[in-house]
C-alpha cells in the first residue's frame, strides 16, 4: 500500500516567451510570460511529464504549500504528490497558470509595452487552443517532446482535449474531466449573467479600473456567487445549508437569514481579494467560444479524428454544469472514431465540484490510470 | 470466475484477425484480453459495475461505465464487427431491447448464457430447491439473476424476434454437448445475426 504524503514547500518558476503568439482572435502577443510549478522528476529521456490544465479560477500552484503560506495547499494536493494517484515519485507534474490569468502569467495585470500601463479590458481574448499553444511554448522551454499525460477538469479537460487535436504527436494520454465538447446555451446563460454583473459595476471603469485604484469587487462577488450555484448539486446544497436558519427562525431581513445565503456572500465577498475580475471576464469567453467541431461541421468525430493520444473521460453523476451526457458525447465521438478510451461515470453527490474531491473510486480509477501510464 | 476458457475459446473462434468488438458486461476485461491477444481485436467492454470497471482500468482494457438497461444509444448503426455479451443477458431486464441494440450496433452478436433446464438444475427444483451450480453460483436471495430462461427458450425469443441463429454450441462443465442441449448442457453459447 502507498503512503501518500505532501510534495511539501514549493515555489513558482517563470518562463519569458520573446517570439510573437498568433491569437484565435486575430491578434497577436509579441510575447508573453508564463508562471508555472512543477513537481516530481524528469526522467532522463523525458517521457514522464504530466500537464495539469486549471479550470475556470485555478491557477499553477497545484499541490504543496508555498514557505509563506503553509495552509494554502495547490488546489489539486489530493491528487498529486509522492504515493498519490498523480505520483510524483514517478511523473514530472507542471501546472502552469493559463495565458490571460491573475496568478503571474501575462494577463490584464500586466504592463502593456505599448503604453507602458496595464492591458486591462484591452487584453486581448484568449482561448483554449490559444492556451495549448502557450503551453506548447512551455513544454518547448521545459525540453518536453511529447507528455505522457495531460489532465485536467472541466474548463481544464477541454485543454487536454484540445492537447490531442492540436499537438497529437506530443501527447500520449488525455485525461478529460468533468468537462463538455462545447457550452450549451444555459452554460452560456450562466457565464453571461456573470460578466454582466462585473460590467455593470460603476468600478469597472470599462476594464481599467486599476487605474483608478478600485477592483468591480460587487460585480466579482456575484459572478462568483452565480458560478458556486452551478458547481454544487441541489442534493449537496440540501444537505449542506438545508434550509436552516441562522437566526432558528425568520427575523423578516434582506441580512443573512439561510444558512446558503451565508455561504454565498462569504464565497462572493472573498473572491475579489484573490481573482481579477478581467481575467474572469476573458476565461468566461474562452469556455463561451470553445467547440472543436465548429470547425467540422459540428462532427466531434471528426473533430478527434486527428487525435492520435488514449483517453480517460470521467463524470461525476449529480454534476448539471457538464453533466455525464456531456462526458458521453465526447466517449461518443472517440469511440466512432476508433481511438483507445475508457470512460467512468462516478457516482458522487457534490456537483460538479466533484472533480476536487478525493472519491474512492475516482481516485481509484484516476490510479490506476496513471500506473499504466507509468508501466 | 465465471468465465471458463473453453467460453472464450468458441468465442475466438467466431471471430477474425483485427475486428471491432463491443464486450457487454465485460467484468475484469479479461475476455477482452484473451482476444486482443489471440485475435488482435480492437474494442471496448461495457461494465456498470464501479469495482468491475475499475479491474478493467486496472487490466488496461478500454472500458466504458455504461447502463446497459439503457441500451447503447449514441453508439451508431454497425459501428462493430461483433457484440458480445459473456453470460450476462440473464442479468439484465431489458432481454428484447439489449439483443435488439446488439444487433443494430454491431453486424453479428455472441451470447453465451447458463442453460436453466439444465439437468442438475431440474434435479433441485424436483427436490425443492432453487439451484445452485457452476453456472449458477448464486442463492436465490443474492442472485444477480433476474430472467430464468432455457435453451428452448431463448431459440424460442430468436424466431419470435427475427433474429437469424448462425451457430450455437452448448457444453456441460466444458465439455460440448450435442444430444438434448436443453437437458444436458448447462451453458449455451450463440452466433447471432439479423433476419430481417
Redesign the interface.
Given at each position: 500500500m502507498n503512503t501518500a504524503a505532501s510534495v511539501g514547500v514549493v515555489s513558482p518558476s517563470r518562463a519569458r516567451f520573446d517570439a510573437p503568439l498568433a491569437l484565435r482572435c486575430g491578434r497577436t502577443l509579441p510575447g508573453f510570460e508564463l508562471v508555472y510549478e512543477t513537481y516530481g522528476q524528469l526522467n532522463a529521456d523525458r517521457s514522464n511529464a504530466v500537464l495539469v490544465c486549471h479550470a475556470l479560477s485555478g491557477s499553477h500552484h497545484l499541490a504543496g504549500t508555498y514557505a509563506d503560506q503553509p495552509d494554502n495547499p495547490g488546489w489539486w494536493d489530493n491528487l498529486i504528490g509522492p504515493g498519490k494517484p498523480l505520483d510524483t515519485n514517478r511523473f514530472f507534474v507542471i501546472g502552469v497558470n493559463n495565458l490571460g490569468g491573475c496568478y503571474g502569467s501575462s494577463g490584464p495585470q500586466s504592463v502593456n509595452p505599448a503604453t507602458g500601463k496595464p492591458w486591462g479590458a484591452d487584453f486581448p481574448f484568449v482561448t483554449v487552443e490559444d492556451w495549448v499553444d502557450s503551453q506548447a511554448r512551455l513544454a518547448d522551454h521545459l525540453g518536453i517532446e511529447r507528455f505522457a499525460a495531460v489532465v485536467g477538469g472541466s474548463l481544464g479537460g477541454m485543454q487536454a482535449m484540445n492537447w490531442a487535436i492540436q499537438y497529437p504527436d506530443r501527447i500520449a494520454h488525455a485525461v478529460v474531466i468533468a468537462s463538455a465538447p462545447r457550452l450549451t446555451a444555459q452554460n452560456i446563460a450562466f457565464n453571461e449573467v456573470a460578466r454582466q454583473a462585473i460590467l455593470k459595476d460603476p468600478d469597472f471603469h470599462g476594464g481599467h479600473y486599476y487605474e483608478h485604484g478600485v477592483v468591480p469587487a460587487r460585480g466579482l462577488s456575484q459572478a462568483r456567487m452565480v458560478g458556486h450555484i452551478t458547481y454544487l448539486s441541489d442534493d449537496s446544497m440540501d444537505e449542506k445549508f438545508g434550509r436552516r436558519l441562522r437566526h432558528g427562525k425568520p427575523i423578516y431581513s434582506y441580512d443573512v437569514e439561510f444558512e446558503v445565503e451565508s455561504y454565498l456572500r462569504y464565497q462572493g465577498e472573498k473572491f475579489p481579494g484573490y481573482f481579477d475580475a478581467n481575467t474572469y471576464l476573458l476565461t468566461t469567453k474562452a469556455l463561451d467560444y470553445y467547440d472543436p467541431a465548429a470547425g467540422h461541421g459540428g462532427d466531434l468525430t471528426k473533430a478527434l479524428s486527428v487525435a492520435s493520444a488514449d483517453f480517460?473521460v470521467v463524470s461525476f453523476s449529480t454534476d448539471w454544469r457538464f453533466s455525464p451526457g456531456r462526458s458521453?458525447?465526447i466517449?461518443?465521438a472517440l469511440?466512432?472514431s476508433?481511438k483507445?478510451?475508457?470512460?467512468?461515470?462516478i457516482?458522487c453527490h457534490a456537483g460538479h465540484d466533484s472533480f476536487l474531491l478525493d472519491d474512492p473510486?475516482y481516485h481509484?480509477?484516476l490510479r490506476?490510470?496513471f500506473?499504466?501510464i507509468a508501466g | 470466475m465465471a468465465y471458463q476458457r473453453y467460453d472464450y475459446e468458441v468465442i475466438a473462434s467466431w471471430i477474425q484477425p483485427g475486428e471491432?468488438v463491443l464486450d457487454l458486461g465485460c467484468g475484469d476485461g479479461s475476455l477482452l484480453k484473451y482476444l486482443g491477444d489471440v485475435r488482435q481485436v480492437?474494442g471496448?467492454g461495457v461494465e456498470n459495475e464501479?469495482d468491475r470497471?475499475?479491474a478493467?482500468?486496472?487490466n488496461?482494457?478500454?472500458?466504458?461505465?455504461?447502463d446497459l438497461e439503457q441500451g447503447l444509444a449514441?453508439?451508431?448503426d454497425n459501428?462493430f464487427d461483433h457484440v458480445i455479451m459473456s453470460l450476462s443477458l440473464q442479468a439484465i431486464h431489458n432481454t428484447q431491447g439489449i439483443l435488439a441494440e446488439m444487433l443494430r450496433v454491431g453486424h453479428e452478436a455472441v451470447v453465451s448464457f447458463p442453460n436453466f433446464a439444465y439437468w442438475r438444475h431440474r434435479q433441485s427444483i424436483i427436490n425443492g430447491r432453487m439451484p445452485v451450480s457452476e453456472s449458477l453460483p448464486h442463492q436465490w436471495f443474492n442472485t444477480p439473476n433476474v430472467r430464468f430462461f432455457t435453451i428452448a427458450d431463448f431459440e424460442a425469443l430468436c424466431a419470435d424476434e427475427g433474429i437469424a441463429i448462425r451457430e450455437g454450441l452448448a457444453f456441460d462443465e466444458g465439455k460440448v454437448v450435442v444430444d438434448e442441449p436443453n437437458f444436458m448442457a448447462s451453458v449455451a453459447l450463440y452466433r447471432l445475426g439479423r433476419d430481417r
Amino acid at each position: 500500500m502507498n503512503t501518500a504524503a505532501s510534495v511539501g514547500v514549493v515555489s513558482p518558476s517563470r518562463a519569458r516567451f520573446d517570439a510573437p503568439l498568433a491569437l484565435r482572435c486575430g491578434r497577436t502577443l509579441p510575447g508573453f510570460e508564463l508562471v508555472y510549478e512543477t513537481y516530481g522528476q524528469l526522467n532522463a529521456d523525458r517521457s514522464n511529464a504530466v500537464l495539469v490544465c486549471h479550470a475556470l479560477s485555478g491557477s499553477h500552484h497545484l499541490a504543496g504549500t508555498y514557505a509563506d503560506q503553509p495552509d494554502n495547499p495547490g488546489w489539486w494536493d489530493n491528487l498529486i504528490g509522492p504515493g498519490k494517484p498523480l505520483d510524483t515519485n514517478r511523473f514530472f507534474v507542471i501546472g502552469v497558470n493559463n495565458l490571460g490569468g491573475c496568478y503571474g502569467s501575462s494577463g490584464p495585470q500586466s504592463v502593456n509595452p505599448a503604453t507602458g500601463k496595464p492591458w486591462g479590458a484591452d487584453f486581448p481574448f484568449v482561448t483554449v487552443e490559444d492556451w495549448v499553444d502557450s503551453q506548447a511554448r512551455l513544454a518547448d522551454h521545459l525540453g518536453i517532446e511529447r507528455f505522457a499525460a495531460v489532465v485536467g477538469g472541466s474548463l481544464g479537460g477541454m485543454q487536454a482535449m484540445n492537447w490531442a487535436i492540436q499537438y497529437p504527436d506530443r501527447i500520449a494520454h488525455a485525461v478529460v474531466i468533468a468537462s463538455a465538447p462545447r457550452l450549451t446555451a444555459q452554460n452560456i446563460a450562466f457565464n453571461e449573467v456573470a460578466r454582466q454583473a462585473i460590467l455593470k459595476d460603476p468600478d469597472f471603469h470599462g476594464g481599467h479600473y486599476y487605474e483608478h485604484g478600485v477592483v468591480p469587487a460587487r460585480g466579482l462577488s456575484q459572478a462568483r456567487m452565480v458560478g458556486h450555484i452551478t458547481y454544487l448539486s441541489d442534493d449537496s446544497m440540501d444537505e449542506k445549508f438545508g434550509r436552516r436558519l441562522r437566526h432558528g427562525k425568520p427575523i423578516y431581513s434582506y441580512d443573512v437569514e439561510f444558512e446558503v445565503e451565508s455561504y454565498l456572500r462569504y464565497q462572493g465577498e472573498k473572491f475579489p481579494g484573490y481573482f481579477d475580475a478581467n481575467t474572469y471576464l476573458l476565461t468566461t469567453k474562452a469556455l463561451d467560444y470553445y467547440d472543436p467541431a465548429a470547425g467540422h461541421g459540428g462532427d466531434l468525430t471528426k473533430a478527434l479524428s486527428v487525435a492520435s493520444a488514449d483517453f480517460l473521460v470521467v463524470s461525476f453523476s449529480t454534476d448539471w454544469r457538464f453533466s455525464p451526457g456531456r462526458s458521453k458525447e465526447i466517449v461518443n465521438a472517440l469511440v466512432h472514431s476508433d481511438k483507445r478510451v475508457s470512460y467512468a461515470e462516478i457516482d458522487c453527490h457534490a456537483g460538479h465540484d466533484s472533480f476536487l474531491l478525493d472519491d474512492p473510486l475516482y481516485h481509484g480509477v484516476l490510479r490506476a490510470y496513471f500506473d499504466n501510464i507509468a508501466g | 470466475m465465471a468465465y471458463q476458457r473453453y467460453d472464450y475459446e468458441v468465442i475466438a473462434s467466431w471471430i477474425q484477425p483485427g475486428e471491432r468488438v463491443l464486450d457487454l458486461g465485460c467484468g475484469d476485461g479479461s475476455l477482452l484480453k484473451y482476444l486482443g491477444d489471440v485475435r488482435q481485436v480492437r474494442g471496448y467492454g461495457v461494465e456498470n459495475e464501479p469495482d468491475r470497471m475499475l479491474a478493467s482500468i486496472r487490466n488496461g482494457i478500454n472500458v466504458l461505465q455504461l447502463d446497459l438497461e439503457q441500451g447503447l444509444a449514441g453508439i451508431e448503426d454497425n459501428a462493430f464487427d461483433h457484440v458480445i455479451m459473456s453470460l450476462s443477458l440473464q442479468a439484465i431486464h431489458n432481454t428484447q431491447g439489449i439483443l435488439a441494440e446488439m444487433l443494430r450496433v454491431g453486424h453479428e452478436a455472441v451470447v453465451s448464457f447458463p442453460n436453466f433446464a439444465y439437468w442438475r438444475h431440474r434435479q433441485s427444483i424436483i427436490n425443492g430447491r432453487m439451484p445452485v451450480s457452476e453456472s449458477l453460483p448464486h442463492q436465490w436471495f443474492n442472485t444477480p439473476n433476474v430472467r430464468f430462461f432455457t435453451i428452448a427458450d431463448f431459440e424460442a425469443l430468436c424466431a419470435d424476434e427475427g433474429i437469424a441463429i448462425r451457430e450455437g454450441l452448448a457444453f456441460d462443465e466444458g465439455k460440448v454437448v450435442v444430444d438434448e442441449p436443453n437437458f444436458m448442457a448447462s451453458v449455451a453459447l450463440y452466433r447471432l445475426g439479423r433476419d430481417r
